[in-house]
């Protein structure tokens, strides 16, 4: 059959409006970065290698076995949400680096639990420049409250200003007349702490600064033994990552002193399956020291969030020892999915964060405090309770087994308040249906 020239083109247009039509119709009727008709696209950065990696490895893991479980429920609104996990050694430049490949490579629609706080503050001018969500980010820095600075971040552990005023109470009417010493890592992170602790009105016979990572190094952890011993001090704060824990222990060991300086770690560094890892027979040896943290007791069998998250790291994380660092990373990730839930059928990443700051406050949590999220507040929960670790390295509420004091404060000036953990009850089998 002859056609023309004319017709024949317009044929040719007449195809491509064809398939051009059913390319559109196998897209979702709302597209947004990260998101298609059956999936949602997620990051995060962690140490995975490199002397800060201890404990830190096993969050990305816990996070995605808590969505597996999720996505082998029914997803979130029928899409099913896929982790991308990239190794950033604790390095804010490779953190930069990746982060820069998980929003224009991999082109994630949020990041979640990013972990560190010089990483993080290292991504937020790329972040901020494309508007991604960085939800739940796994550090305490006061300043990623600040709303105007970090418009697409979310907090969500109490700050170590919080977490040193809680700690300096904890001393005054516990540790009263103790001389104590202060190592804390020489960042924002370390920072932090030295303004709680001056609120708190917490004295010091030694405040002994480290660089993030230099814990690697014998000649370091010997300067703080040095500065311990000279300084005849009692009790020690280690506020620093959990490797850093370790090479305390062994450098107080080695000096004849381990259970002889009554230890206080900070929550960042006490995960007693870390610490058995990296001391192996010295572990026992960290009985007794005291501890803050903000989820409950990972030994705790009377508490329905940890039974929930044991029984899913046993399903979809076979094999990794169930301890704090998997159970921050379960919290975080159901606190996520209750995001997306809220974010709607057709989730943007602006819907996304307006529906943290509208809803977030009500949302489930193994926490023991709110969160206060609201469109003029991005802070996260604002308390610790203290415990003790026992042999096996699990710390024990100093109250008892299954009961928790929660000292509350701010990041700034307000007083220390201690009372009873309030919460909301978890959704059944740990589904969210918000």
């Known amino acids: 059959m002859f056609v023309s020239r004319r017709n024949k083109g317009g044929i040719i247009a007449a195809a491509a409006i064809a398939a051009a039509a059913l390319v559109t119709s196998a897209l979702p009727a709302h597209a947004e970065t990260g998101v298609t008709s059956s999936t949602i696209k997620l990051g995060i950065t962690v140490p995975l290698t490199g002397a800060a990696a201890p404990g830190y490895n096993k969050v990305p893991a816990a996070m995605k076995a808590y969505f597996d479980y999720v996505n082998a429920n029914g997803g979130v609104n029928g899409r099913k949400i896929q982790l991308v996990i990239k190794d950033d050694a604790y390095s804010p430049a490779q953190t930069l680096s990746v982060t820069n490949d998980l929003i224009l ?22 972040v901020n420049s494309h508007g991604v969500p960085r939800l739940f980010v796994n550090t305490g820095f006061s300043g990623f409250a600040d709303m105007k600075k970090y418009p697409t971040t979310f907090p969500l552990f109490p700050s170590y200003a919080t977490e040193a005023k809680a700690m300096g109470k904890y001393i005054a009417d516990n540790l009263a007349g103790h001389k104590v010493a202060l190592i804390y890592q020489d960042d ?13 009105g917490t004295s010091f016979v030694a405040k002994i600064p480290y ?10 952890v010997g300067k703080w033994i040095t500065s311990i011993a000279t300084a005849q001090a009692d009790t020690v704060i280690m506020f620093g990552v959990t490797s850093a824990t370790g090479a305390l222990a062994g450098g107080l060991y080695k000096a004849g002193l381990i259970g002889k300086v009554q230890m206080i770690l900070g929550s960042v560094g006490s995960d007693g399956t870390t610490l058995k890892g990296l001391l192996g027979p010295l572990a026992p040896a960290l009985a007794g020291s005291i501890a803050a ?9 009377t508490d329905e969030y940890v039974n929930l998250f044991k029984s899913v790291n046993a399903q979809y994380n076979a094999g990794a020892a169930f301890d704090n660092n998997v159970l921050v990373g379960m919290n975080s990730a159901m606190l996520t999915v209750q995001a997306l839930r809220a974010a709607g059928a057709n989730p943007t990443r602006a819907s996304l ?28 929960y604002t308390g610790y309770w203290f415990g003790k670790l026992g042999t096996d390295g699990n710390a024990v509420s100093v109250d008892g087994p299954g009961k928790y004091t929660l000292y509350t404060t ?22 969210p249906t918000n």
């Open 211 to 220: 660089s993030a990572l230099s814990q690697a190094d014998p000649s370091v």
């Open 188 to 200: 924002d992170f370390g920072a932090d702490a030295l303004k709680g602790f001056a609120t708190a």
């Open 410 to 431: 701010d990041s700034g000036t307000a007083p220390v308040v201690k009372s009873s953990p309030a919460r909301t009850a978890m959704p059944a089998k740990g589904l």
């Open 293 to 301: 943290s903000f989820l409950p007791s990972p030994s705790d069998a």
């Open 353 to 380: 964060m307006k529906a943290i700051e509208a809803k977030g406050s009500t949302w489930a949590s193994a926490a023991f405090s709110p969160i206060l999220y609201s469109a003029k507040s991005h802070v996260g």
């Open 105 to 126: 490579k991999d082109k994630v629609f949020a990041l979640v639990g990013t972990l560190g706080t010089a990483n993080n503050e290292a991504t937020t001018r790329l």
